[in-house]
Structure formats: structure tokens, C-alpha cells
């Protein structure tokens, strides 16, 4: 069962969030390696503030997780942490400073060792056979219907770089910070107020109706799909035109 995990504990086994311990990166936050109860483990550390993701993220992403039972298809979550602390900015053409908070949060999960599925869907896919991609197929429709029919979960950001990869190459959905619940029916949609735009990098990931107008639904999960096995079938990367405005 996932849990509060102590500050000192995640810092004591990433020596503090040294660089040395830097496994991955990306938006606000970064990866560290580091080793819990004699396990690997990765220690994603997310830095919240005026500047960057909202404290919701946080506990929608720590929501959706504390909902999953262990799937040998999705990353298994360990347990969280968050620390907060007042920061203080000099204002231009003010006397008055600006203070504000900063809020650390910290998620641990179990450490997956050939790294996520964008690495391996360029340069004739690293020597996948057909075997091995139709199992990573496979993995990933197992852990989406999961998600679907037994959590009622919208995933929101299903992508290459959101699906890792063990030693045996076995397929670990991660990353539910866009995650959102749904009735369990396949023709309920949400309407979602984005607050920023999509990252260009994730726009050829996400269904056209969601891009309009931020309508989504569990269909929204599988165009995404659709785009990665794509990818992982043809080894190309190139963005669809989905023609919205």
C-alpha cells in the first residue's frame, strides 16, 4: 500500500538530489535513482510555484495512483511526499518584496530499468522484432483497459515517454497528472478548461475534439494509442495532421 513517505528518507536515498542520481527529466520535474528497502527505485521530485504546475496536479495525480492495485502493465506507485517552504523576489521598481510559497512534492515508484518507449521507436526500433512489439501492443491495451473498465481513469497523456519499459521488455504505463475520472460508459465526456496550451511535443498524442474545445473522453485514450502503435509499427515519429483549427 502506498504511503507518506518522510523528506529526509527520499533525500537520504538520492544523496540529497544529487546530479549523479538524475535518471530523467521533463516540464517541472525531475527523476532521481535511488534504492528503498534494497529495491531500485526512481524519486520523481516536482517543484510547485508561481511559475510553474498547479498544487491540483499533485493530488489529482496522487488520487488516481492511491485508486490503482498492483497491474503488471502499470508503473507500481510507492508512496509520496510534499514539502513546502516560503521563498521571497525582489520586485522591480518596488520596495516591496514579493513572497510566495514553493512546494516540493516527491513521488517514488519502482525503478524500471530500460527506460521509457520514445528511446526505442527510432533507428529501426533498436532491433525490436515483431514478436516484441506486438507484446508491448499488447501490454499497453492490457494496462488501458484496466484503466477503463476497472478504474473508470482517463489517462490524458498516453505517449512513448509515458510508457516504460522493464528488463524483460514488459510495457509500464506512468505519468497521471492529466488523469481524470469517468463514468463507466464509453460515451460520457468531459469538458476540461485548460489553462495553458498543449506542449507541442504532446499535440500529436492528443484527440482532435480535446484540442478544439477540451472535450474528452475515454475515446480520447485510444486515438492516443492509435498514435503509438503507429510509431512503434512503423518506427516513424512524425506528427498526423488531424486539421484543427
Known amino acids: 500500500m502506498p504511503r507518506d513517505l518522510p523528506l529526509a528518507l527520499l533525500e537520504d536515498i538520492t544523496d540529497h538530489f544529487s546530479d549523479k542520481r538524475i535518471i530523467g527529466e521533463g516540464g517541472f520535474a525531475m527523476v532521481y535513482k535511488g534504492v528503498l528497502g534494497n529495491k531500485n527505485v526512481a524519486v520523481k ?19 488516481s495512483l492511491m485508486k490503482i492495485e498492483k497491474h503488471q502493465n502499470l508503473v507500481r ?20 518584496p514579493i513572497y510566495f510559497q514553493i512546494m516540493d512534492i516527491l513521488l517514488c515508484f519502482e525503478y524500471i530499468s530500460n527506460g521509457s518507449l520514445d ?3 527510432t533507428d529501426e526500433l533498436r532491433g525490436l522484432t515483431w514478436d516484441t512489439r506486438f507484446d508491448i501492443i499488447r501490454g499497453i491495451f492490457e494496462g488501458m483497459r484496466y484503466l477503463h473498465e476497472d478504474k473508470s481513469i482517463i489517462h490524458m497523456d498516453l505517449k512513448p515517454a509515458n510508457i516504460l519499459l522493464d528488463d524483460h521488455m ?7 497528472g492529466q488523469s481524470r475520472f469517468a463514468e463507466n460508459t464509453h460515451t460520457k465526456e468531459i469538458f476540461i478548461t485548460r489553462h495553458q496550451p498543449v506542449a507541442f511535443s504532446c499535440r500529436k498524442y492528443g484527440a482532435p475534439e480535446y484540442l478544439k474545445d477540451g472535450r474528452t473522453s475515454k475515446k480520447a485514450d485510444i486515438y492516443s494509442l492509435g498514435v503509438v502503435i503507429r510509431e512503434l509499427v ?4 512524425s506528427k498526423v495532421d488531424t486539421q484543427v483549427a
Do not use: M, W, Y
Open 234 to 237: 512503423t518506427g516513424s515519429t
Open 170 to 176: 514488459i510495457p509500464k504505463i506512468t505519468d497521471f
Open 77 to 96: 506507485f510507492l508512496g509520496f511526499c510534499s514539502n513546502k517552504a516560503r521563498a521571497v523576489e525582489e520586485q522591480t521598481g518596488s520596495e516591496e
Open 45 to 63: 521530485k516536482i517543484s510547485v510555484n508561481k511559475d510553474t504546475v498547479s498544487e491540483k496536479l499533485f493530488h489529482r495525480e496522487v488520487a
Open 119 to 121: 528511446k526505442h521507436i
